[in-house]
């Protein structure tokens, strides 16, 4: 009997335990399948998430090239790079880009654009996206430690053009830094000093997207070089590169300057007939025999010198590459270095004399010295020949030597006084009061270019004050003429050495110009020119 209740029990226990096996083998079957299908349903849901996140993506997108073609029609072009981005810009805007993909080894050679594949695009600071002109020039510039000098160079090539030369021709200052705070401060700058040319198009401002440049780590030195140097040469390569990238659209001819030059009088009709004048297939024209300055290209040679460049950025300078692309295209391996010489000459042809100056005496590269001059440049007339109307001078500088301020004025030299101290002033008084259409001052020279006049102002007496005001807000001109003493109005203030402008006709005569220095200097200032235009 105790045996059978044993039994019973043992059946029961195992009954029992069976029983539970099962009933959990089974849960755990329904519940593997609620957890794979909760699981399908959260994929799902986050596919769905990612495709809404990719259009809202491309809506904000689109909405963004929306407004920046709103704002770049109705305002000066203020576009950053991380707002070009996407396949619709290039037509929305208008503005040229860079299609990489003609030059697809590019990636190769800067491969930390990959990730940015078709979205590279320049910073339009300013511009009026002109195009089918003659002539681009391209001047590179960047925040220099020393001295700046890219006012001076601007003041010269639109100076020495006429109103012809500039509908046929676009500057396009580069600015190869990513400090928004320095750019847009230089941005305001060029627009005050040259709204007509900003106002007509023919002068633009881009600077390159922050992500362009690479780390410049672990660069290979090379010739003996500085890792400062080589890193600022090959930084060198990659702005000259940006720069033509952007220029090939929009002429025929690309010639790159520098920010640190002069030209001549009437340079840019001597450049351009000679250009078309040329029957041989050349690559380039140089109109100056410094490194890179006055380096005149066809637009459409620009992808194929680009491509060379990147492809050697790191190893050489810019001038060095281009004359190995010369020997690559020309010479024959076969003969002797005076025929490849002769042969790279039907490539690169000199014109004499130059007609582009360097300078600047501060490199780009911090700590160097670069008094280069250009010794075909001569020592031609930089301003077209004049004489000042007849006027009484008088100075509280003190001349060095001979140097005197009517050599500057009546045109037969220069005038060089020593040290300025605050307070000092050259007054020009004419005989007899003039309408005053513009005026040039320059001061430095080439030999002396540090010798300018610093925190110098330009001021006018008119014939008469009531009448010069109230001819002003009559004819509802904006003018922001600074009473000062004495009866003059303060006009303009030197920048980079020079002082130029155009008087307000409303302005009426003009007794006399004076210049006043603000604060003492401890370099002599050369007054290199006097140019006083009237109607």
Not at 35 to 48: H, P, S, T
Not at 123 to 142: A, E, L, R, Y
Not at 418 to 444: C, D, M, R
Not at 466 to 481: E, H, I, K
């Amino acid at each position: 009997m105790r045996f059978k209740q044993v039994s019973l029990f043992a059946l029961l226990t195992l009954g029992a335990f069976l029983s539970l096996s099962w009933l959990s083998a089974e849960w755990s079957r329904w519940s593997g399948y609620e957890v794979n299908a909760y699981k399908n349903q959260i994929l799902k849901v986050q596919e769905r998430l990612l495709f809404l996140q990719e259009e809202n993506k491309k809506r904000s997108l689109e909405l963004s090239n929306a407004l920046n073609q709103i704002k770049c029609t109705t305002s000066d072009r203020t576009v950053s790079a991380t707002e070009l981005e996407g396949g619709m810009n290039l037509k929305t805007l208008g503005f040229s880009s860079f299609d990489f993909m003609k030059l697809n080894s590019l990636y190769y050679h800067l491969p930390h654009l990959r990730s940015h594949e078709n979205n590279i695009y320049p910073n339009i600071i300013f511009g009026k996206n002109k195009t089918g002109v003659s002539v681009v020039m391209g001047i590179p510039t960047i925040k220099r430690e020393k001295e700046s000098y890219l006012i001076r160079t601007l003041n010269s090539l639109f100076f020495q053009m006429s109103t012809l030369d500039e509908e046929d021709c676009l500057v396009i200052i580069f600015v190869a830094e990513v400090d928004e705070t320095y750019i847009n401060d230089l941005a305001k700058i060029i627009k005050a000093r040259f709204p007509k040319q900003v106002d007509s198009g023919v002068l633009e401002m881009i600077s390159p997207p922050a992500f362009y440049y690479p780390s410049f780590s672990n660069i290979k030195l090379t010739f003996g070089d500085s890792e400062k140097r080589v890193r600022w040469r090959t930084k060198q390569n990659l702005d000259y590169s940006f720069l033509m990238l952007y220029a090939q659209e929009k002429g025929k001819f690309y010639l790159q300057l520098e920010d640190d030059i002069i030209a001549k009088p009437k340079y840019f009709m001597e450049m351009k007939d000679f250009a078309l004048g040329q029957t041989s297939d050349w690559i380039v024209l140089e109109f100056s025999k410094l490194g890179f300055i006055g380096k005149l290209f066809k637009t459409k040679d620009l992808p194929l010198i680009v491509q060379f460049l990147i492809m050697f950025h790191k190893d050489k300078p810019v001038d060095w590459l281009l004359d190995h692309l010369f020997y690559v295209k020309i010479c024959n391996p076969e003969k002797d270095n005076l025929h490849c010489e002769k042969q790279k000459q039907m490539l690169r042809i000199q014109y004499k004399p130059s007609l582009f100056q360097h300078v600047g005496m501060y490199s780009s590269l911090s700590g160097k010295i670069q008094d280069l001059k250009d010794v075909d440049f001569g020592k031609n007339e930089l301003y077209p020949i004049h004489t000042n109307p007849p006027a009484s001078l008088r100075t509280s500088l003190k001349a060095h030597e001979q140097y005197s301020l009517e050599n500057a004025y009546l045109r037969r030299g220069f005038f060089w006084a020593i040290s300025p101290k605050a307070g000092n002033y050259i007054l020009i008084q004419f005989h007899n009061p003039l309408n005053i259409k513009e005026y040039v001052f320059t001061s430095g020279n080439v030999q002396h270019p540090g010798d300018k006049l610093y925190n110098t102002i330009v001021e006018i007496l008119p014939e008469n004050e009531t009448d010069f005001l109230s001819n002003l807000l009559r004819n509802g001109s904006n003018f922001n003429y600074e009473a000062t003493s004495n009866g003059f109005f303060k006009i303009d203030t030197f920048e980079d050495g020079v002082a130029q402008g155009i008087i307000n006709p409303a302005a009426g005569k003009i007794k006399a110009f004076r210049l006043t220095v603000l604060s003492d200097s401890s370099v002599w200032a050369i007054v290199d020119e006097i140019f006083i235009k009237t109607n």
